[in-house]
């Protein structure tokens, strides 16, 4: 287990590369081994949870060149199992992702329950029941979800909740099936369209109409297709939100507006500074920060993965904010070691704000007040997932004196060597292995 070691405060400056998106990579790669031919992605990012997908996709037949940095062609002349191996399932959410290339080409598909960020409960009974109503016969095992089709068919998937994984799930299952599928109340993520793009290049027939609804008519074969990964809006928005909240001047190179509308604009309302430029933005402090009431939410609005780093930042606005997180039920683990750090924040299990949302009445804690600005001091701190470890990075990074991190595992999973990335911003952060 590596360890960093932070010592704050430091303004952050200077430029970053924004890569590929982790979120967009993974569903790409399990829609190319919906066909036999060879699939070209560039702008890969490099980081833990990519291998652990690339490892998935190996274990089930897909053989891999790549010729040069960031830059991945995969083959999967056919698939050799039709089981996830349940140690890599483990590791991230990638193996639901395999159903409609297994069960289109091999019939079969043997599915552990999948891995990744403790931030709820995280069931996959949206992407069972979706399978169920297109033809295939499941079976629920204590350690695995056994389908079986010989063939899709196309059918009305209404979603209880516009599901990311569900809506990328059912578009590569329909994309195949036979007849056309209906997805309505899907989510419309940036991500989730660049899934479509992609079924779309390989040969699918997709329609996005307006009121959240995707239309796939089944096509009898797809083939191999090259992509270019979209830039990761998730690592954009916590390094933007970093600059800030350390009163620093950074520009992300290929961020993109268009991705971050909401972001952007919450950004203005508390009285950040930003600056969009042909090639990327610009985050820079100009002055004393506002505080917001507001809340988490589906595509177009203001989305989950921000909202942690976004906390952080509410501790230096002027007065109280209120956050509800309306997405994932358990998303404020993070905030007891802020606490510590000295940040002035109280978690509720009412949605406070103004609108009800599914975790109301529930007894989860899934609104936040925070009251600011604070000074926030070094402490020693334990990351319990992937987005809350980079917001703890951020705290340290912004708080006076020495912090040290541990459980930085998670933080690799999705960001590229982040502590090169923030010395090159002036940071002093130390990386001790296998602590
Ligand atoms: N849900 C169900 N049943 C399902 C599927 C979803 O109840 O079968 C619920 C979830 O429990 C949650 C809500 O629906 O309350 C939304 O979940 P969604 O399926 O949209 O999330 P996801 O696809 O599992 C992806 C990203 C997350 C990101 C969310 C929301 C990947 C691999 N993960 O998760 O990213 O927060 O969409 O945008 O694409 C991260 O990158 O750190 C991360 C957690």
Known sequence: MDQLVVRGPTRLTGEVVIPGAKNSVSKLLAASMLTSGTSEFSN??????????????????????????????????????????????????????????LLHRTGEAVIPGAGGDRIGVRPVDFHIAAYRKMGADVEIRDDAYVLRSDGLCGTEIILPYPSVSATENILMAGALAKGRTYIRNAAIEPEVIEVALFLQKMGAIIEHKLDRTFVVEGVGQLTGAAHEIMPDRLVAATIGTAALVTEGDVFLKHARQRD???????????????????????????????????????????????????????????????????????????????????????????????????????????????????????????????????????????????????????????????DETLRSLGASIERKNGV
């Open 44 to 101: 890969v990012p490099r980081i833990e949870d990519t291998a652990v997908t690339l490892d998935i996709c190996k274990s089930l037949g897909t053989v891999l060149e790549t010729p040069r940095a960031r830059f991945l062609q995969v083959t999967t002349e056919s698939l050799g199992s039709s089981e996830v191996p349940h140690k890599l399932a483990r590791k991230n959410r990638l193996s639901v992702m395999m159903l409609a290339a």
């Open 260 to 418: 971050m509308l909401s972001f952007l604009n919450t950004i203005r309302k508390i009285g950040g500074s930003f600056q969009v430029q042909s090639d990327g933005i610009r985050f820079f402090h100009r002055g004393k920060l506002r505080p917001i009431a507001m809340e988490t939410s589906v595509h177009p609005g203001f989305m989950t993965d921000w909202q942690p780093p976004f906390v952080v930042l509410l501790t230096q606005a002027a007065g109280m904010s209120v956050i509800h997180e309306t997405v994932f039920e358990d998303r404020f683990g993070y905030v007891e070691e802020l606490k510590r750090m000295g940040a002035d924040i109280e978690i509720y299990d009412s949605c406070l704000g103004g609108t009800q949302c599914r975790f109301t009445e529930k007894g989860y804690r899934h609104s936040a007040v925070i009251r600011g600005p604070t000074r926030l001091k070094g402490a020693d701190l334990e990351i319990p997932d992937l987005r809350a470890g980079f917001t703890q990075l951020i705290a340290a990074v912004a708080a006076d004196g020495e912090s040290r991190l541990s459980g930085v595992e998670h933080i690799d999973r999705g960001y590229e060597q982040i």
